[in-house]
């Protein structure tokens, strides 16, 4: 039995959802497999050396590993023998400039004897810039399963690739690293709307780098080890986080796909062979996605005209 650990950092949820449906995968194909959510609360993490292989979780920030999670992975425990390691990542966009953003963490994996062999990227809905429409958030949703599904079976049977970053991509996303400078930053202007907030506490309580206080005014600030993964905006439930410089850029209101599910009025055809505008963009994604379900006889979630076309 192939023992596993995946090693998650998420912000609002979506990367830790896609660890979920890839645990579950994996152990129906017989391996057994733990799943580790990067708290700053909760440090005491598994051993890598105690698994045959691992999987690292995260969601691409600005075409980067985000900054708290490399510091993370560079404290793993040296590998006592050369250590295979896949990657799982998220972002809102199918951009091929996310190719590179693991290529961060990759350098000091390396060092640690980590054998990178395999990588994913899924797309999931926005939590910063804009909202996407329900039956977008919909369709990427009902793709998550069988997509993670391929994906397990890929790690189970060792399909593995060698994997090599694109040196374009790779100098863009190190340029684009000025963004770990960001949360700094803009932690200094995040400010809760008094007649808003109900002290819930929700925004400090879950906070995975714990960087929400309360000061001795009793006014909610926010440390320099925010991540900006905007966990706290888009759960707060009732939208009183003016969120710095990227207030104009944020989203409010927790993602609920199991009620998306099952509301039949919600068609998940957003992205189709008439998707015009910046969308038109996501085509080629669901193209790529419905071949590869073919390829391993998996059902495509989401039937409607043909999205090549």
């Not at 890929?154 to 690739?161: D, H, V």
């Not at 998306?260 to 068609?267: A, Q």
Request: proline share 4%; net charge positive; with cysteine.
């Amino acid at each position: 039995m192939k023992k596993i650990c995946l090693y998650t950092f998420t912000g609002t949820g979506n990367t830790k959802l896609c660890g979920e449906f890839l645990k579950h995968h994996l152990e129906e194909l017989g391996a057994k497999v733990d799943h580790y959510v990067f708290s700053v609360l909760n440090l005491n993490y598994p051993d890598p050396n105690e698994y045959d292989l691992i999987g690292i979780g995260y969601p691409i920030h600005a075409f980067n590993i985000p900054e708290i999670f490399v510091k993370f992975l560079k404290n793993f425990k040296k590998a006592n023998e050369k250590k295979d390691f896949f990657v799982y990542k998220t972002s809102g966009e199918p951009f091929k400039l996310n190719d590179a953003s693991t290529s961060h963490a990759y350098r000091y994996l390396k060092k640690l004897n980590y054998n990178f062999v395999l990588e994913k990227h899924f797309i999931m809905p926005y939590n910063i810039m804009f909202d996407y429409n329900d039956r977008l958030k919909k369709q990427l949703y009902l793709y998550l399963d069988p997509l993670t599904k391929v994906y397990a079976i890929q790690i189970m049977n060792e399909e593995y690739k060698s994997m090599k970053f694109n040196k374009g991509k790779q100098a863009l996303s190190t340029l684009l690293r000025i963004e770990y400078i960001a949360p700094k930053l803009n932690s200094k202007f995040v400010r809760m709307n008094k007649k808003k907030c109900i002290k819930c506490n929700m925004c400090m309580n879950n906070c995975p780098t714990q960087a929400i206080y309360l000061n001795k005014k009793g006014e909610y600030r926010v440390k320099s080890s925010c991540a900006m993964c905007m966990r706290c905006t888009l759960n707060c439930p009732k939208n009183a986080i003016t969120f710095g410089f990227m207030n104009l850029w944020k989203v409010n209101g927790k993602f609920n796909f199991e009620k998306l599910v099952k509301d039949e009025k919600i068609k998940p055809d957003f992205v189709s062979k008439n998707t015009k505008g910046y969308f038109k963009l996501f085509r080629k994604y669901f193209k790529e996605q419905n071949r590869l379900l073919e390829k391993y006889n998996i059902e495509i979630p989401v039937q409607y005209e043909d999205i090549e076309r």
